[in-house]
């Protein structure tokens, strides 16, 4: 049964080009009115222009779909919740987010200047909570809501010369776990996207067949998916080149060693055991690893403060 977003109403964040514009492609191409963001910076935030996200409305509405472009940064509070509202005016209601602008000012630890590592929290992290506060109450209310976070396998494994971009990316994983939680009651079900995507952040980095596999195109399938009627909730989708995987934040069994003036040693002494991945889990909240903790302690019967 083909995915149909007739009706649905999607703001796409930095869908200048790459892939915010092959994500708003397809999502117009379903059906769905589009908010074409971009602010239309250089890939490390310098610069600004509407054109590019006009452009791809453009193209949506030569295509014929319905799209705005929208130039607010999604950093400054007061343009997205403009930005917002102007959705509302034009069309009722907002439906689906997709965060999805970045920036990227890579640099080793040693060598980074903490503004460009601000920059980039800023702009990948606040940027993404920014937009999803201005749509959440909209979302509640109307009882519908599909939200995907842009993360990266630089923040779920590292990346060198990353740590501002693989930070904040990491930090999303954790802001989609908890208004996951929060949203589930009300239809709003938030997800992240892990893309492998050849955009201007990667050009002259890989080669051009390389870059050919990796086309956006390639990823915004799982951006779709994930804009569904019937999309999952609190899952981190893996996409580059046509290929798709889940990441799981799992926790082993481990092991219970008590207490002891030797308890580092012994802990020190068990690290096979301890990384040992048979029998591991994906904790469904954070309670988990306290009650999986007090019940290899023996303590069976957690109060009904603690249940």
């Given at each position: 049964?083909?995915?149909?977003?007739s009706?649905?109403?999607?703001?796409?964040?930095?869908?200048?080009?790459?892939?915010?514009?092959?994500h708003?492609?397809?999502?117009?191409?379903?059906?769905?009115?589009?908010?074409?963001?971009?602010?239309?910076?250089?890939?490390?935030?310098?610069?600004?222009?509407?054109?590019?996200?006009?452009?791809?409305?453009?193209?949506?509405?030569?295509?014929?779909?319905?799209?705005?472009?929208?130039?607010?940064?999604?950093?400054?509070?007061?343009?997205?919740?403009?930005?917002?509202?102007?959705?509302?005016?034009?069309?009722?209601?907002?439906?689906?987010?997709?965060?999805?602008?970045?920036?990227?000012?890579?640099?080793?630890?040693?060598?980074?200047?903490?503004?460009?590592?601000?920059?980039?929290?800023?702009?990948?992290?606040?940027?993404?909570?920014?937009?999803?506060?201005?749509?959440?109450?909209?979302?509640?209310?109307?009882?519908?809501?599909?939200?995907?976070?842009?993360?990266?396998?630089?923040?779920?494994?590292?990346?060198?010369?990353?740590?501002?971009?693989?930070?904040?990316k990491?930090?999303?994983?954790?802001?989609?776990?908890?208004?996951?939680?929060?949203?589930?009651?009300?239809?709003?079900?938030?997800?992240?996207?892990?893309?492998?995507?050849?955009?201007?952040?990667?050009?002259?980095?890989?080669?051009?067949?390389?870059?050919?596999?990796?086309?956006p195109?390639?990823?915004?399938p799982?951006?779709?998916?994930?804009?569904?009627?019937?999309?999952?909730?609190?899952?981190?989708?893996?996409?580059?080149?046509?290929?798709?995987?889940?990441?799981?934040?799992t926790?082993?069994?481990?092991?219970?060693?008590?207490?002891?003036?030797d308890?580092?040693?012994?802990?020190?002494?068990?690290?096979?055991?301890?990384?040992?991945?048979?029998?591991?889990?994906?904790?469904?909240?954070?309670?988990?690893?306290?009650?999986?903790?007090?019940?290899?302690?023996?303590?069976?019967?957690?109060?009904?403060?603690?249940?």
């Open positions: 049964m083909s995915i149909d977003l009706g649905r109403v999607a703001i796409v964040t930095g869908a200048g080009g790459g892939l915010g514009r092959a708003a492609l397809l999502l117009a191409n379903r059906g769905a009115k589009i908010i074409v963001n971009d602010l239309g910076v250089m890939s490390d935030g310098s610069g600004g222009s509407i054109s590019a996200a006009q452009k791809v409305a453009d193209e949506i509405v030569t295509l014929g779909g319905e799209a705005i472009a929208n130039g607010a940064s999604v950093t400054d509070q007061a343009e997205v919740e403009a930005m917002v509202a102007q959705t509302v005016r034009q069309w009722g209601r907002v439906d689906i987010l997709v965060n999805n602008a970045g920036i990227l000012r890579d640099r080793t630890f040693s060598k980074m200047d903490l503004a460009d590592f601000r920059a980039v929290v800023d702009v990948h992290l606040m940027g993404a909570v920014i937009c999803t506060k201005a749509v959440w109450d909209l979302m509640r209310d109307q009882k519908y809501g599909r939200i995907v976070m842009t993360t990266s396998s630089s923040g779920l494994y590292g990346n060198f010369g990353q740590s501002n971009y693989g930070a904040a990491m930090a999303l994983v954790g802001l989609m776990q908890t208004l996951g939680l929060e949203g589930e009651k009300y239809n709003v079900r938030v997800n992240c996207l892990a893309p492998t995507g050849a955009t201007r952040m990667v050009e002259g980095v890989m080669p051009r067949e390389m870059l050919d596999l990796l086309a195109e390639r990823v915004s799982a951006v779709f998916a994930l804009c569904a009627d019937d999309a999952p909730n609190r899952k981190i989708i893996c996409a580059g080149a046509g290929s798709f995987e889940q990441a799981n934040i926790m082993t069994p481990g092991l219970f060693i008590s207490e002891g003036d308890a580092a040693e012994r802990l020190r002494a068990s690290y096979d055991i301890l990384a040992s991945r048979d029998g591991e889990i994906v904790p469904q909240d954070a309670t988990v690893q306290g009650k999986i903790e007090l019940h290899k302690a023996g303590f069976d019967k957690l109060s009904p403060a603690h249940a």
